[in-house]
Each structure stands twice: as structure tokens, then as C-alpha cells.
């Protein structure tokens, strides 16, 4: 089950949000993922989640006195006063018999509930691991699958070499930080570095520098290298009529295949696959527009 600790996300936001530890230090249960999104469990009063984290700000810090038991038998997870108010003392109280974590912030409480919301999203996303080498190119998160062996680590130094950048060699973890959007990163232990067969482990950034990785990229295209088996045909069609899709998470994302063999030079079509993706995105499909051109041509020889 994904869950945060209190203790953990009152320290990685004690700065950025001026949290102050008021009462219930004993307390610190986890906040977890459950049937509800990460987003649904963070806001102003919200009775109907015992796992969710409160946030009064000073309109609510006015009424709430009214209701501090109350508020405090639905178990949330934490309680944070903003808007720079005082804790009413009998939610001090209450938190403190209760042992439920009772914070204060300076800051508004619509923002209190905006970074907490996101912060949750991020460490609460479902997630996985895939094998491959995942690339900014031209903006673009590229994911480079295919069997070992096909040349995908080569393929990304290659795109390196040509000003792309390298977010993750081998190993890449994924994340669903939207309804639709997923975000790829590297593990910590393999980053900067990139294996590449006969020359062994290579650090990115201390060859091609500070501009050669990056940290991390939402992963819009999947490019799949196939290498055909003996006395086979092609394993791409060569006119692909119709779109290819992988899906990852329950986000479905567009897949290319790029047939490999001898003499192919793999990075100017993975920048080509790339640049048609931006295109398709702005509204512009090649594949479109010349059967739309065929067609023309076909009426018109008709008449």
C-alpha cells in the first residue's frame, strides 16, 4: 500500500511551508494511498476521509470550536492550521489526548493545500519500473525499448552525442502523476551513467556535461528497435495505416516501431519519429494529409 509518513512529510515540507510541530508529536500515522486520489486527501475540513490531512484556515479557525471532537473522531492523519492563526486550545487539547499530529503555517491556506496536494500526488503516484533508455529528445520523453542486445544504450549515446539529453539507462521508473501523464525518472544508483557494450559504464555528465542529463521527463513516446529474426519479414508494416499505442499505467502512450539492420541510421529516425510526434500533437498528420492527397488524386482521375 503507498503511504506517506507524517513525520516524513512534515520534514520534507517544514521549510518550504514554515511548519510548526504544535501538539501530538506521539501520533504520526501514515497518510496512504487508498480508493481515493492523492489530491482528495488534502483540504478545508473534510469529514467524509479518516486519512486525510485538514487544513483550517482563519475562517475556519473561527467555527471550529464548535466541532473539535468531531473533527477529531474522523482520524485524520494530520491537522494543519494556516492563515498564521492560533490553534484554538481545545483543538491543542484534543490533539494532544488524541495523539493526532497538529501543525501551524504562516502561509494562506489555499496554498498550504496546493503544494500538499502536489507534494501527495507525486509520492503517492502509482508506479512502476521498465527496462530501457529513456531520452529528452527535442523536448520530447522518449522511451527506447527492445531486446538485449538490439543497440539501445548505443542508440542513446548516440543521441547524446547529437545535443539529446539522458534521463535513465537500463532501469527507468515511472510514475502516474496525472489522470493522463506519466513522468519517468532514474533510479538514484544509476544516475548520470549508461552502459554501453566494449566500453562498459560511462558517466553522462562528466564526458558531455552538465546539459547531457536530465532529471527527469513525462514520457510522451514509446520507440520500440526490432530486430527481425532470420528468414523473417520486416516486423514493421511499412505504411502503418493505423496508430500504435502501449499502455503504461492505464495511460495510453504512441509507439513507433523502428526495424533495425545494417546501415540504418537509428538516431536520425528516432529524431524523425520524434519531430512527426510534434507535429501530430500540434494538430499536423503526415500520414493524414497524403491519403487525403491520394484520394484527391484518385476522384480526380475519375473524371
Not at 493505423?242 to 495511460?251: D, F, K, S, T
Given at each position: 500500500?503507498?503511504?506517506?509518513?507524517?513525520?516524513?512529510?512534515?520534514?520534507?515540507?517544514?521549510?518550504?511551508?514554515?511548519?510548526?510541530?504544535?501538539?501530538?508529536?506521539?501520533?504520526?500515522?501514515?497518510?496512504?494511498?487508498?480508493?481515493?486520489?492523492?489530491?482528495?486527501?488534502?483540504?478545508?475540513?473534510?469529514?467524509?476521509?479518516?486519512?486525510?490531512?485538514?487544513?483550517?484556515?482563519?475562517?475556519?479557525?473561527?467555527?471550529?470550536?464548535?466541532?473539535?471532537?468531531?473533527?477529531?473522531?474522523?482520524?485524520?492523519?494530520?491537522?494543519?492550521?494556516?492563515?498564521?492563526?492560533?490553534?484554538?486550545?481545545?483543538?491543542?487539547?484534543?490533539?494532544?489526548?488524541?495523539?493526532?499530529?497538529?501543525?501551524?503555517?504562516?502561509?494562506?491556506?489555499?496554498?498550504?493545500?496546493?503544494?500538499?496536494?502536489?507534494?501527495?500526488?507525486?509520492?503517492?503516484?502509482?508506479?512502476?519500473?521498465?527496462?530501457?533508455?529513456?531520452?529528452?529528445?527535442?523536448?520530447?520523453?522518449?522511451?527506447?525499448?527492445?531486446?538485449?542486445?538490439?543497440?539501445?544504450?548505443?542508440?542513446?549515446?548516440?543521441?547524446?552525442?547529437?545535443?539529446?539529453?539522458?534521463?535513465?539507462?537500463?532501469?527507468?521508473?515511472?510514475?502516474?502523476?496525472?489522470?493522463?501523464?506519466?513522468?519517468?525518472?532514474?533510479?538514484?544508483?544509476?544516475?548520470?551513467?549508461?552502459?554501453?557494450?566494449?566500453?562498459?559504464?560511462?558517466?553522462?555528465?562528466?564526458?558531455?556535461?552538465?546539459?547531457?542529463?536530465?532529471?527527469?521527463?513525462?514520457?510522451?513516446?514509446?520507440?520500440?528497435?526490432?530486430?527481425?529474426?532470420?528468414?523473417?519479414?520486416?516486423?514493421?508494416?511499412?505504411?502503418?495505416?493505423?496508430?500504435?499505442?502501449?499502455?503504461?499505467?492505464?495511460?495510453?502512450?504512441?509507439?513507433?516501431?523502428?526495424?533495425?539492420?545494417?546501415?540504418?541510421?537509428?538516431a536520425v529516425l528516432v529524431e524523425a519519429a520524434?519531430?512527426?510526434?510534434?507535429?501530430?500533437?500540434?494538430?499536423?498528420?503526415?500520414?493524414?494529409?497524403?491519403?487525403?492527397?491520394?484520394?484527391?488524386?484518385?476522384?480526380?482521375?475519375?473524371?
Amino acid at each position: 500500500m503507498l503511504q506517506v509518513n507524517v513525520a516524513r512529510l512534515h520534514e520534507d515540507n517544514r521549510e518550504a511551508l514554515s511548519l510548526a510541530w504544535v501538539a501530538g508529536r506521539e501520533g504520526g500515522t501514515a497518510v496512504r494511498r487508498e480508493a481515493a486520489a492523492a489530491a482528495a486527501l488534502i483540504g478545508h475540513l473534510n469529514l467524509t476521509h479518516p486519512n486525510s490531512i485538514q487544513v483550517i484556515g482563519a475562517f475556519e479557525a473561527g467555527i471550529v470550536g464548535g466541532f473539535v471532537e468531531r473533527l477529531l473522531e474522523s482520524h485524520p492523519a494530520a491537522v494543519i492550521v494556516a492563515d498564521g492563526v492560533a490553534p484554538p486550545p481545545a483543538l491543542v487539547e484534543s490533539a494532544t489526548r488524541t495523539r493526532t499530529p497538529l501543525f501551524t503555517s504562516p502561509l494562506p491556506a489555499p496554498k498550504v493545500i496546493e503544494k500538499l496536494a502536489r507534494y501527495l500526488a507525486k509520492l503517492l503516484a502509482e508506479s512502476t519500473e521498465l527496462h530501457g533508455v529513456f531520452m529528452d529528445v527535442l523536448g520530447l520523453g522518449v522511451l527506447i525499448t527492445g531486446e538485449s542486445g538490439v543497440g539501445k544504450s548505443e542508440l542513446g549515446l548516440e543521441l547524446i552525442s547529437r545535443g539529446h539529453g539522458l534521463v535513465a539507462d537500463d532501469v527507468v521508473e515511472v510514475s502516474r502523476i496525472g489522470e493522463a501523464v506519466l513522468e519517468g525518472r532514474c533510479p538514484p544508483l544509476l544516475k548520470d551513467f549508461i552502459e554501453v557494450r566494449g566500453l562498459g559504464v560511462l558517466n553522462i555528465r562528466t564526458i558531455f556535461g552538465e546539459t547531457a542529463v536530465r532529471r527527469k521527463m513525462k514520457l510522451r513516446l514509446v520507440a520500440h528497435l526490432a530486430r527481425p529474426a532470420p528468414g523473417s519479414r520486416d516486423p514493421a508494416e511499412r505504411l502503418p495505416l493505423a496508430a500504435i499505442a502501449e499502455e503504461i499505467l492505464g495511460v495510453t502512450v504512441r509507439k513507433v516501431i523502428i526495424p533495425v539492420a545494417a546501415g540504418r541510421n537509428l538516431a536520425v529516425l528516432v529524431e524523425a519519429a520524434v519531430r512527426n510526434e510534434i507535429l501530430k500533437l500540434r494538430g499536423i498528420d503526415s500520414m493524414a494529409e497524403f491519403l487525403a492527397r491520394q484520394t484527391q488524386a484518385i476522384h480526380k482521375g475519375d473524371k
